[in-house]
């Protein structure tokens, strides 16, 4: 079976006046039907920029972007939950969440629209909550709310830039498990960016580890641990350390 997500030999230089910073220098991988895919890598190196190239919100100098499903222009359907939720604070959670399907070329009815709101409203446990505003929200509900906009136009792969990161370890466990939720029941395949070792083990089945700008595949990590994973299993213990130490060329982790 042919890989939902190829990325091939992508490179990326930004340059500022006289200052050339090579950011990504080959970077190659793919992702597999329903696999959840961590990339990790020393802060700077370039991860998010990988994510917005692969969301085609920013252009690679080299290299080729494949993917296996795209919509009837042509492009990758691929959606991006950002770090900050990024909803629009003068509409509803509803009116949020259904933003781009009425504008997606895939023409739906409203009431499609509705039927695929109300879905992704009761995946996300906001039924209740479908004409409160953002501000009415708390932290996690914003980022449910970001992930079931994201979810709305069905994308062959759902991208993640450490859409957890501003959350309390309580809630940000808690969305974490709603990540493995959503996988089992949309069977939706998703690459995520995380700079938490534990976070990524606890969802992966692959990390991707970047090395320190230019960045390169470093390595990629298998972690055949079955879910629900607990974090004193020595094996979990063991691919946690030797992440840390990959990614310690330069710089540590933050938790």
């Not at 003068?90 to 969440?97: A, C, F, G, R, S």
């Not at 995380?194 to 390169?216: C, F, G």
Request: glycine fraction near 6%; proline fraction near 5%; charge should be negative.
């Amino acid at each position: 079976m042919a890989p939902v997500l190829s990325i091939e030999g992508i490179t990326k230089t930004f340059t500022d006046g006289e200052s050339i910073c090579r950011t990504l220098d080959g970077i190659s991988f793919e992702v597999e039907e329903n696999e959840i895919v961590c990339i990790m890598g020393p802060s700077g190196c370039g991860k998010s920029t990988l994510l917005r190239i692969i969301n085609d919100l920013e252009h690679a100098d080299t290299g080729t972007i494949r993917e296996a499903s795209k919509d009837k222009t042509g492009k990758p359907t691929t959606a991006m939950v950002f770090q900050d939720h990024a909803l629009f604070p003068w509409l509803t959670v509803y009116d949020n969440i259904v933003y781009g399907l009425r504008l997606s070329v895939q023409k739906l009815s409203e009431e499609e629209i509705a039927k695929r709101a109300e879905g992704l409203l009761s995946l996300t446990h906001l039924d209740s909550f479908a004409k409160a505003y953002p501000h009415q929200l708390s932290g996690g509900m914003k980022q449910r709310a970001s992930v079931a906009r994201a979810l709305a136009i069905k994308p062959s792969v759902l991208l993640m830039d450490e859409p957890f990161s501003a959350l309390d370890p309580f809630t940000r466990r808690e969305l974490e498990d709603e990540v493995m939720r959503i996988r089992e029941d949309l069977r939706t395949t998703i690459l995520l960016v995380t700079h938490n070792p534990t976070e990524a083990i606890y969802l992966a089945d692959r990390i991707i580890v970047l090395s320190a700008r230019p960045a390169v595949v470093a390595g990629i990590l298998y972690v055949d641990i079955p879910h629900p994973r607990e974090m004193a299993n020595p094996e979990f213990l063991k691919i946690r350390e030797t992440i840390i130490r990959m990614v310690r060329g330069k710089e540590g982790l933050r938790e």
